[in-house]
């Protein structure tokens, strides 16, 4: 028995959660943090009354009910519906593909016609098996949704052409006939009233929690404070990369504060020409309905990525999945240590289903031991 039962490395959602449940069944357990606060890429910090989403814009959304319900506990979250708005070349389209955008772009006024004008211009590529992410974009929305609301915003995140991007990257594209900007499909969906740090300083209060403690600082000592890790940092760089770096795209964020109540009417702006280069602008105090004289925007620039920099889409082509499975058969040996997280797993995750799948491991741990 060493002196805690569980290190969690990482305070973001995974590990917080995990961290709160696992203490909640009286375990004891320690939260190390290598950044100067808690809540992982989900922390907001207020600025100017607004609060500030500091590594990109989070909708809360999900299908689950059960998440949805666990969530609330935390946190009042408001009816927000994310209806973000693109900018090509001067013109602008709301998202996600739905009869406003292709009144926009054709000024068609039926589903009839624009369906007509879709399958048109499908059929005019007669692409029958796509061999990469431009075919298979156009074979499923046409030329012009392609070329001016997909391929400027994908080449720039990305950091590589649609032509040399798999296609499987886009399964599909969703289109919908209706007038209906609303941009996700779930039932629920919102934005936690004071933002995200509270929901994260609730689930870890009580808990011992070290920030600005990187656990490859200290490996040796953090390796024999408890019985069991939850690792929520990057699986590769746990193993000292003896099977090579697995890739990811980066971003930066610039914050900036307007002296004016409105900078651009909405929260998210996307820009999907690929000679602006930024991806995105938010305007935070969209999200919460917040009245005040100032407004803070941030733009996002998609970066390459390299060692050092913050890790933010993995990369999960079938280079990177290839040496992610030698790392896993790594990871399944070490009895003490579990990956979590989107970092400790590589993969994508929304936040309904990181809650999801840390709540999963706490349910397969608190069991394990009984
Ligand atoms: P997360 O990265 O948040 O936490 C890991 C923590 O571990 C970090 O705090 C890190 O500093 C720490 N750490 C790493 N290595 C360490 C070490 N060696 N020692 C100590 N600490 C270490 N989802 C959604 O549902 N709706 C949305 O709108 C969005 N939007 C969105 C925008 C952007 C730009 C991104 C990148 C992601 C989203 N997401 C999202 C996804 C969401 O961010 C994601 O589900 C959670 O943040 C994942 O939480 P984790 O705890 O797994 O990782």
């Not at 922390?43 to 814009?57: D, F, L, Q, R, W």
């Amino acid at each position: 028995m060493l002196e805690y039962d569980y290190l969690v490395v990482g305070s973001g959602l995974f590990g917080s959660v995990f961290a709160h449940e696992v203490n909640k069944n009286g375990k004891k357990v320690i939260v190390i943090e290598k950044r100067d606060h808690i809540g992982g890429n989900v922390y907001t910090e207020e600025i100017s009354k607004i609060n500030v989403h500091k590594y990109g814009a989070h909708i809360f959304h999900t299908d689950n009910k059960d998440i949805w319900d666990y969530i609330q506990k935390f946190a009042e979250l408001n009816r927000y519906t994310n209806s973000p708005v693109a900018l090509f070349k001067g013109e602008l389209y709301n998202l996600p593909f739905n009869m406003n955008t292709f009144y926009q772009m054709w000024g068609v006024k039926t589903p009839v016609e624009a369906k007509k004008i879709i399958e048109s211009q499908k059929k005019e590529a007669n692409i029958k098996d796509p061999k990469n992410l431009e075919e298979q974009a156009i074979s499923l929305v046409g030329k012009d949704i392609y070329e001016k609301l997909v391929k400027g915003y994908t080449e720039k995140q990305w950091g590589k052409k649609c032509s040399e991007l798999p296609s499987f990257i886009i399964k599909r594209l969703p289109v919908r006939f209706t007038f209906d900007n609303n941009y996700f499909n779930d039932k629920y969906q919102g934005i936690p009233i004071g933002g995200y740090t509270k929901i994260v300083e609730k689930l870890l209060d009580g808990i011992e929690v070290k920030l600005s403690t990187d656990f490859f600082k200290d490996k040796e000592k953090w390796e024999k404070i408890a019985d069991k890790i939850i690792f929520t940092g990057m699986i590769d760089q746990y193993f000292d990369y003896c099977f090579g770096e697995l890739e990811y795209r980066s971003l930066k964020f610039e914050h900036k504060i307007h002296d004016i109540p409105n900078y651009q009417g909405n929260a998210v702006l996307n820009y999907t020409d690929k000679d602006v280069p930024y991806t995105r602008t938010i305007e935070h105090k969209h999200f919460e309905g917040i009245k005040y004289e100032k407004t803070v925007v941030t733009t996002e620039y998609p970066m390459p990525w390299k060692k050092g920099k913050e890790a933010y889409y993995p990369v999960n082509d079938e280079k990177n999945m290839e040496i992610l499975r030698k790392y896993e058969e790594l990871a399944e040996n070490k009895e003490n240590v579990i990956f979590g997280g989107r970092l400790g797993r590589y993969k994508y995750y929304d936040m309904w289903e990181t809650i999801e799948e840390s709540l999963k491991l706490v349910e397969k741990e608190l069991n394990n031991k009984k």
